[in-house]
């Protein structure tokens, strides 16, 4: 499609997104035009107004940025008391510099206020515009463009149709160091490097590349982590992660000492990932399941292959007997799951 058309579909794309997920989508355009990883959502873990903030570091300038984003519906306007709050927020976070960020539009007035408190406006023109301008979530070719793909797999959600997608199966089986990990993200600018290395040093040993992927996963599963895609900076690729409310929520919780909460939480949240939810109709059905009988429903519901069934049912298994009406049985050399 041409440019104009590209960018009204852009424009259709974040009013269909959640208001979560709008500000991500904010964050990894601010990334990509700001060329550093260093920016973090953050709305979720403080309500000041601000929601992304972050360090601009062009080597004669460094600022520090905050961020206000508003999905609002088209023709619902920004008005000028949200400005007023925003350079309020601004200023009690030391921010040197301020942008707002929305969907739709400002009024004159807003308009006015922020060029009076230098804070940079965005609408959602500009936004979709700078996007196909930069060929952020879009590809051109020759005078046409059409939508990055991967770019929007920021936003998938895991499946609940047909065969679950083999990464869709967890592989992560210790909730402590699914802890640590949200945590990594929180203290870190949230690149899978800087992840690693904060719950390594915790952990004090290895914690493999590798493992960090499968807790990102894990947490996104969950629905406590969002992903961004990779993105290359400074010759290197980043893929950067960040927390949900739901994540925020969670570790709140454990800050609080409210254990209870946080595990019942962490409980929903098991339920919600859908290969538990058809292991658990397996279980309702029969009143219990044996471990392999557990690996067979892995193998017809999944796209897994038989060596990674194996590998990926013990992560499963745990999940499951996580949940409190679920047992874990000894049955002669083998293990079953009971409904108590």
Known sequence: MHAAAMQDHLQDRMFEITPEEFEVLCKMVLIRRLETPALQVTAFRQDDGIDIEGVIDEGIIRAYLGVQV?????????????IQRFHGALTQGNHQVGTYITSSSFTGPAVETADDLQICLVDGTTLSQGMVDRQIGVEKTGNTYEIDDEFWQAFEKPTDNDLVPSKEVPLADRFDT???FLRGIEATDGSKHEI???VADELQQE???RHSDLYGIAGWLLGFVHKDTPKEVNGRSVRCWGLTRDGVEYLTLHDQGNTDAATDRLIEAIRNVEIVRRVYAELERSEELTYDELREVLKVETRLSDSSVSRRSSTVATWLATLPEVEERR????????RV
Do not use: C, I, M, W
């Open 207 to 209: 914690f493999a590349p």
């Open 70 to 82: 508003k999905q609002y519906a088209e023709g619902n306007t920004v008005s000028n008391n949200y």
């Open 331 to 338: 049955d002669g050399h083998n293990k079953k799951f009971v």
């Open 196 to 198: 690693q290395q904060y």
């Open 178 to 180: 699914l802890r640590l």
